[in-house]
Structure formats: C-alpha cells, structure tokens
C-alpha cells in the first residue's frame, strides 16, 4: 500500500509563504511522478504542478507560475511545493498525489493520479 502524508499548511497574510511537504511510504517513490493539487470550497479540483520521476520535468497551473516551486528528495522519499507571495484566492486544501506508471511523464489530469493524501489545508488572509 501506498501512503501519503501532506504537512506544511496553515493560516499566513497576503504576500507571505508556505513550505508543503509531503511525505511518501510503502512504495519506490523514485520511479513515479508526483504532483499537487488543491480544492478550494464550492470549487472543483485544481491542477498545481507537478513533476516527473528523475525532478527534471515540472509544469505549473498558469495561477501559480512564478511564485511556487515543486521539487522532490528521492533520498528522503519526500515532495515539497514552496509557496511564495501567497494570495487569498491561493487558500484551498492542498493534496499531494503520485503517478501509478513507472518512469512515465507526469499528467496534469488528477484522474489519472493513483495515489492521494488526506490534504492540508493553506489558508490566506487579507
């Protein structure tokens, strides 16, 4: 089985930043890509970024480019989003989730993502 465990999120003012982490057990995470999404209320899911099995492919939601950045630690089994100049439309739940295809490019489709976290939630302030 496979277990992710997201952390990092909390209550910040506009223009601050935030460090997800999430955190990858019971399988080889170095041969899957991984990404982030997040789900603000009364809206549906929303594609974040992700990257691809090795870290050298990353692609970014058009809302979040230039201000997060999505890398990974293989030796740690650990994927991060570091989150900069925080906006109040950016507060959602923010889940991590791992591609099920081996050595495969990363979608940006969360149906096609296999595995989830229970989501942490990010909040900003006005």
């Known amino acids: 089985q496979v277990q992710l465990v997201e952390s990092g999120g909390g209550l910040v003012q506009a223009g601050g930043s935030l460090r997800l982490s999430c955190a990858a057990s019971?399988?080889?995470?170095?041969?899957?890509?991984m990404g982030w999404f997040r789900q603000a209320p009364g809206k549906e899911r929303e594609f974040v970024a992700n990257?691809?099995?090795?870290?050298?492919?990353?692609y970014y939601a058009d809302s979040v480019k230039d201000r997060f950045t999505i890398s990974r630690d293989n030796t740690k089994n650990t994927l991060y989003l570091q989150m900069n100049s925080l906006k109040p439309e950016d507060t959602a739940v923010y889940y991590c989730?791992?591609?099920?295809?081996?050595?495969?490019?990363?979608?940006?489709?969360?149906?096609?993502?296999?595995?989830w976290g229970q989501g942490t939630q990010v909040t900003v302030s006005s």
């Open positions: 019971g399988r080889t995470f170095s041969t899957n890509a």
């Open positions: 990257i691809g099995w090795n870290g050298g492919r990353t």
């Open positions: 989730a791992a591609y099920g295809s081996i050595y495969s490019p990363p979608p940006k489709r969360g149906e096609e993502y296999d595995y």
